[in-house]
Nanobody, 115 residues
Framework: QVRLVESGGGLVQPGGSLRLSCAASDIIFSIYTMSWYRQAPGKQRELVASIGSSGGTNYADSAKGRFTISRDNAKKMVYLQMNSLKPEDTAAYYC?????????WGQGTQVTVSS
């Protein structure tokens, strides 16, 4: 079974940093577009950042300049480095793998930004 497992969430003060990790199994990782989504209670799930099989990246406007998505194909890992965190970044963050209509989701990791 394909599995995506996120880690790295936690409680951080405004202005702080976190690095989220997503470990993939049972997929040819290098061909998948990998993305991070987030969802706050009562709100729609939204795309935060994505990275394609060739390394091209896209970011939500809210993430540009603060977040960096990266991948390590040898380790089948994708990361989201989050800097200058704001309270509005508080959400459950989900890892997503997508290739030709096939999509897989992780279980989510909670990020809380609060003083």
């Amino acid at each position: 079974q394909v599995r995506l497992v996120e880690s790295g969430g936690g409680l951080v003060q405004p202005g702080g940093s976190l690095r989220l990790s997503c470990a993939a199994s049972d997929i040819i990782f290098s061909i998948y577009t990998m993305s991070w989504y987030r969802q706050a209670p009562g709100k729609q799930r939204e795309l935060v950042a994505s990275i394609g099989s060739s390394g091209g990246t896209n970011y939500a406007d809210s993430a540009k300049g603060r977040f960096t998505i990266s991948r390590d194909n040898a380790k089948k890992m994708v990361y989201l480095q989050m800097n200058s965190l704001k309270p509005e970044d508080t959400a459950a963050y989900y890892c997503n793998a997508l290739y030709m209509g096939r999509a897989y989701w992780g279980q989510g990791t909670q990020v809380t930004v609060s003083s």
